[in-house]
């Protein structure tokens, strides 16, 4: 596939997520971060039971290439652990997700909105390169004493 995003083809994806009043400490900050980091830890070594600790059982999950293609969405936690699981077989070489440029757009004790900067990187044969790059949104709930990602949407620059 050869879609490809052109400049600020995200922006109007970005504004379904208007900014409120950031009312989380920074310790609860950290929280929410950390989430963030066990799930892309999750994916890239295809480890279920962390992905399934950090989803809330009714999670979404929605992808879209370029504002071309869509992927989802794919509803409820068994449906994005069906996905990862079916895409991790599929896997030939290393992906590594790498979130960048945090920015909490709203959050308080129970719900956080958070943006995030994507880079997909692979190694395959020994050969390091960026397979794509995007941007992801990540809503999340604080649910049985920890955060868990409750809707997630990526948008994805060109195809992975």
């Given at each position: 596939m050869t879609t490809t995003g052109a400049f600020g083809w995200g922006s109007h994806h970005l504004?379904?997520?208007?900014?409120?009043?950031?009312?989380?400490?920074?310790?609860?900050?950290?929280?929410?971060?950390?989430?963030?980091?066990?799930?892309v830890f999750a994916l890239d070594h295809a480890d279920m039971a962390a992905l399934e600790g950090v989803l809330t059982e009714d999670?979404?999950?929605?992808?879209?290439?370029?504002?071309?293609?869509?992927?989802?969405?794919?509803?409820?936690?068994?449906?994005i652990l069906d996905l990862v699981r079916g895409a991790a077989q599929a896997q030939t070489d290393q992906r590594r997700h790498h979130l960048t440029n945090l920015v909490f757009r709203r959050a308080d004790d129970?719900?956080?909105?958070?943006?995030?900067?994507?880079?997909?990187?692979?190694?395959?044969?020994?050969?390091?390169?960026?397979?794509?790059t995007g941007f992801s949104t990540f809503t999340l709930r604080h649910a049985e004493n920890a955060w868990r990602i409750t809707d997630l949407f990526i948008g994805l620059d060109s195809a992975a």
């Open positions: 504004e379904a997520t208007p900014a409120g009043e950031v009312r989380l400490d920074p310790a609860g900050q950290l929280a929410v971060r950390q989430t963030l980091a066990r799930y999670a979404t999950w929605t992808a879209v290439i370029a504002d071309e293609t869509e992927q989802g969405p794919f509803i409820g936690r068994a449906a129970g719900t956080a909105v958070v943006w995030a900067y994507l880079t997909l990187t692979s190694n395959a044969d020994g050969d390091p390169a960026v397979v794509t």
